[in-house]
């Protein structure tokens, strides 16, 4: 199983696209699951159950997901912070796509779809996410000013494949 993680913006979805066409398998986004699973868009969840819930619904989803055929996985940015994903991940290829602050700002703009960005401390929340994207890593991989192809490049001459 090959997942994905990394701040909002580090474009763990375009990757993930070209990983997955590289390696001839599916693509999942953990995103588009959970809306479907709730009937509600993420925005909708944030907005009704709040953060808390929406992570244990996150959990769920991915926790199925990775018991699943072999597929490459884009997580949430802040799925990695559930103690129970992160247990579930020990079985994983973990790829975090590393942008820095700036760079994730400059690429998620004011996206009104990612509830967090209308909340006080992006920035915190950013660095308190360094070390537990670090922590489940098995591969870091920095994005700034890279264009998605090589950086998928070299996470497929970096993977254990079969
Ligand atoms: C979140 C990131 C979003 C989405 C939700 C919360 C986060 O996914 O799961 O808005 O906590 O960083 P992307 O990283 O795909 O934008």
Redesign the pocket.
């Known amino acids: 199983m090959i997942v994905l993680v990394?701040?909002?913006?580090?474009g763990?979805?375009t990757i993930g696209r070209l990983l997955a066409a590289k390696l001839g398998l599916p693509f999942v986004?953990?995103?588009p699951v959970?809306e479907q699973r709730a009937g509600r868009t993420?925005k909708e969840i944030?907005a009704t159950d709040g953060e808390p819930a929406?992570r244990a619904l996150?959990h769920e989803v991915i926790a199925g997901l990775l018991h699943g055929p072999e597929i490459v996985l884009?997580?949430?940015?802040?799925?990695p912070?559930h103690p129970g994903t992160r247990q579930d991940l020990k079985q994983a290829q973990v790829v975090y796509l590393h942008v820095s602050y700036e760079g994730a700002v400059g690429r998620?703009g004011a996206d009104a779809?990612?509830?967090?960005l209308a909340q006080p401390g992006l920035l915190a929340?950013y660095q308190r996410r360094l070390a537990i994207y670090t922590a489940v890593a098995t591969l870091v991989v920095r994005t700034d000013g890279r264009d998605p192809d090589s950086i998928a490049q070299d996470i497929l001459a970096s993977l254990t494949v079969g």
Do not use: H
Request: aromatic content about 10%; hydrophobic content about 45%.
């Open positions: 990394g701040f909002m913006g580090a763990k979805s986004d953990t995103d959970i993420i944030f929406f996150e884009a997580l949430g940015g802040g799925a912070e998620i779809d990612r509830p967090l929340r």
